[in-house]
């Protein structure tokens, strides 16, 4: 499986300051984009995968509403997550 508790440990401890600190808003986003690059690589080669397509469009609605409640309360924070994780608006 592509995502084991190893895994989001790594995610967790790298962006949200300590791997047990799971409910911080810069792991969450970390571990959505993982999840995201996973499902979108998975779609490529699974065009009609229409259960697939519906989670992926899940995932993306819920780091966006993320990344806007980050941008709203602090925006040093929005900027750090963005810039670490590549992601542009």
């Known amino acids: 499986m592509y995502l084991t508790t190893e895994v ?7 962006h949200g300051k300590k791997e047990t600190n799971t409910g911080s ?6 571990l959505f984009s993982h999840r995201i690059s996973h499902l979108t690589g998975h779609l490529q080669t699974n065009k009609k995968d229409f259960g697939t397509q519906k989670a992926l469009i899940n995932l993306v609605s819920k780091r966006r509403r993320l990344l ?6 602090d925006i040093g924070r929005y900027r750090a997550i963005v810039k670490t994780l590549d992601l542009r608006k």
Request: aromatic share 10%; glycine share 6%.
């Open 25 to 30: 808003s810069e792991g969450q986003i970390a």
């Open 68 to 73: 806007d409640y980050l941008k709203r309360n």
């Open 8 to 14: 989001k440990k790594e995610i967790f401890k790298k």
